[in-house]
């Protein structure tokens, strides 16, 4: 069974285009069939891939709109992986979608004619609840929460906390929240302690036991169109990367494990 999982957080700057690709790049180094998806008219994430985001023949913009099939957007990256990409042609999207019958399935609709050639397909979504980031919900069967310990933090996730409640509630009963990810992490802070500990007695399991530290070299590796495994793999970064893809791994076969499903 692939594993689909939407990356999402309304708040920006938590971390969430880096944890889509340097997850990515790292299930990939476990020998896994990754596809990740940008669907943030920023680009990051495709640029972080090392493609051009305003060189793309097919892109997210074209799987929404139905212009073209998925298969001819998705694109091979030097770093294991695939990928669709984005650019700000995605932006404009939203209005054409709210013409749409079942325009909250797009996506789902698409990504089901391919799902089987990935064990994972990992969703980069925008820092907004727009329709796009709906899509993406609808699609994906988990939710990983990036976020900083910080206390406006807590505050955005309750609220991506509701809307999850009611997506699963109305439009997709598959979704739930995979994991909270605790990003910029510094130990030595004690306000990020408190926060960790706040997080970890309101969502107990459901916080990721890696945490993904601050550091110099997960920001420099963007730069250079490269995840942080193939930027600077001995860096703490490269590392709790690594730490995450495999205990996300574990926490499938668990799952898989618990329904009666071969892992």
Not at 14 to 33: E, I
């Amino acid at each position: 069974m692939t594993d689909i999982l939407a990356i999402a957080n309304q708040k920006g700057g938590v971390g969430k285009t880096t944890t889509a690709v340097n997850l990515a790049a790292s299930l990939a180094v476990l020998k896994k069939r990754v596809l990740l998806i940008d669907l943030d008219p920023q680009g990051n994430a495709t640029m972080g891939s090392g493609v051009q985001k305003n060189e793309l023949n097919f892109s997210a913009t074209d799987v929404m709109l139905e212009d073209a099939p998925i298969e001819a957007a998705i694109l091979t990256t030097k770093t294991g992986y695939k990928l669709i990409g984005a650019n700000r042609e995605l932006a404009g999207v939203e209005l054409n979608l709210a013409e749409k019958n079942r325009r909250e399935y797009v996506l789902k609709d698409a990504i089901n004619r391919i799902a089987d050639a990935y064990d994972y397909i990992l969703i980069d979504c925008a820092p907004s609840l727009n329709l796009i980031t709906v899509n993406a919900l609808c699609a994906a069967g988990g939710v990983i929460i990036p976020m900083q310990c910080e206390y406006y933090a807590l505050e955005g996730l309750a609220d991506l906390s509701n809307t999850i409640d009611r997506i699963n509630h109305s439009l997709n009963p598959e979704l739930q929240i995979r994991g909270v990810l605790r990003t910029i992490y510094d130990p030595r802070n004690t306000l990020t302690n408190d926060v960790s500990n706040e997080l970890i007695a309101h969502f107990g399991d459901r916080v990721f036991e890696t945490v993904i530290p601050r550091n110099v070299r997960l920001a420099e590796a963007p730069a250079h169109g490269l995840p942080i495994l193939f930027y600077e793999k001995s860096s703490k970064g490269a590392i709790a990367y690594l730490n995450l893809a495999a205990e996300l791994v574990k926490q499938g076969k668990k799952q898989k494990k618990a329904q009666g499903k071969p892992a």
